[in-house]
């Protein structure tokens, strides 16, 4: 029997700690197994994406992901996650890629967020545009928050959303900075975060105001350029995930410590190959900084985590999902 597990039954299920340990773990072993991340454009406004296959050692489970990405719609992206057994290729479950996708990434970019970003310390001053200056409508001057708990957020919509929510598992977040093109849009997602902050008008405003920026849009062009960092800022982006798509300019990459999920697939169709940059660019992976192999953050410098997403993550949500629902979900034998 196959388990159909839909957004709401993952929702009840999901632990966020669970799956952030799921994640650490992952991005410390060695895939035995090249992974595959197949795209192709659709007729019309839509992308079509595979990711497979998902493995992690000592997890006796595999995933395989169809998804269909159209900009438009909502939820954009729609799909499913296939989780077969490791021994037999019995289909265990089908999960909603949506949620899966949302989470995992969002939990992914959480971790490395934290790790790059450094431990917020209230003792160190706040180098960017003060907050509260801004929310009074002052004029911006700099200083007077503690460094790593003003987190800036570009593009207001369910990824950032999730990343936010590992965050705060991981770090004290105590203020947000929050653009999107729809200002409403914004102030709605401020509104449900539950943590004190500003709507902006412009990426580079968030810049000014935060130490740790997530991007996640889908831009084509660059939001971010080297004008507009300072030392100690971390900047994270989720949106330059497909060819073609830009979050960050190419001198801004140059002038940072970048840190990737997979130097080929950065250049294939991320971060760094849509500016014109090659895998020199990219200083670690994030498994090498987890294993202490690569040092992620050296003291003052711009760090940036520039995934595209890796099949195993996939994997990392998936299971932990399963083991809580698997007798609870509805149930389909697909060989009937």
């Known amino acids: 029997m196959t388990v159909l597990l839909t957004r709401s039954d993952i929702l009840r299920v999901l632990d966020v700690p669970a799956v952030l340990d799921a994640l650490r773990h992952g ?81 992914a970019a959480a971790l490395a967020t934290d790790l790059l970003a450094g431990a917020p310390d209230p003792a160190v001053p706040h180098s960017g545009t003060d907050l509260l200056a801004v929310e009074a409508g002052a004029a911006p001057r700099l200083g007077g928050t503690d460094r790593g708990a003003t987190v800036g957020v570009i593009g207001a919509g369910a990824q950032a959303e999730m990343t936010l929510a590992g965050l705060a598992a991981l770090r004290p977040v105590r203020r947000l900075v929050v653009h999107d093109r729809d200002p409403e849009h914004a102030t709605r997602f401020l509104a449900r975060q539950g943590i004190p902050g500003v709507v902006v008008d412009s990426p580079q405003a968030v810049a000014a105001a935060a130490d740790v920026v997530v991007a996640a849009t889908w831009s084509r062009e660059a939001l971010l350029t080297a004008a507009d960092l300072r030392p100690g800022l971390h900047l994270t982006t989720l949106g330059a995930d497909e060819p073609g798509k830009v979050e960050w300019s190419a001198d801004l990459l140059t002038a940072a410590r970048v840190v990737v999920d997979d130097r080929a697939l950065a250049v294939q169709m991320g971060a760094l190959g849509n500016v014109g940059l090659t895998a020199d660019a990219a200083h670690a992976t994030l498994s090498e900084v987890l294993t202490g192999a690569v040092a992620g953050r050296r003291a003052d410098e711009v760090t940036v985590y520039a995934p595209v997403g890796l099949p195993w993550q996939d994997l990392a949500i998936a299971w932990p999902v399963f083991q809580a629902a698997q007798h609870n979900g509805q149930t389909i034998d697909l060989l009937s």
């Open 27 to 107: 991005f410390r072993q060695a895939s035995p197994v090249e992974p595959l991340r197949i795209r192709t454009e659709l007729p019309g406004p839509g992308t079509a994406t595979a990711l497979l296959p998902g493995l992690i050692p000592g997890i006796p489970a595999y995933t395989v992901k169809v998804n269909a990405k159209f900009p438009g719609a909502t939820p954009a992206l729609r799909g499913v996650v296939c989780l077969h057994d490791l021994t037999d290729g019995t289909l265990l479950a089908l999960l909603d890629s949506a949620t899966i996708t949302a989470w995992r990434t969002g939990l």
